[in-house]
């Protein structure tokens, strides 16, 4: 029986290592002298890219647990982020973040720091009660001040996945805020 013929050897390609998020700078900038950060998620978890905030508060919850991390807590608003204030508030953190997906005319998965007394010009469409009246009552609350992060949606559609801009958006987001708020040395 004749031996089948060998291949010759094909080089080995070394396997892509995933490229790290790069932070955000004007996201750096707005956490500088951040004491205690409260991430608010917010958005509507079967609408696609609209529950991009949810998952960053998500993924700094588990970074925080991890890592030991206790400035930042990540608190999931999801379409209702008025329900989780009790929450932020019992954390008295010094500023909140809020992390949402908004339509800002921009190419998808652009993040954007959105002055907190502009929102209401934004178009924030899934949330039960306006976010601004959410952030008066955590700034009178727990005198804390605001911060919002928005990222442009690729698409929001019913039952649809998180696109790919988006999700590096998430990554970016979340690496922007380990990298203001290191873990502590072990």
Known sequence: MPRPKRRPPQPRSRPRRPSRPRPIPSLLEALKGVERLAVLGAGAELRGDDFAGVLVARALEAWRK???VDAVRGFEGC???ENVTGEVARFRPTHVLVVDAAHLGLEPGEVRMIA???I????FST???PLR????YLEQSCACKSLVAGIQPEQTEVLGPISKSVARAIDAVVATVQQAFPSPPA
């Open 116 to 118: 907190a007394d502009a």
């Open 79 to 81: 379409a209702a982020p």
């Open 127 to 129: 949330h039960m009660l």
């Open 120 to 123: 209401a010009g934004t178009s």
């Open 66 to 68: 991890k890592m030991k």
């Open 133 to 136: 009246i959410v952030l008066d």
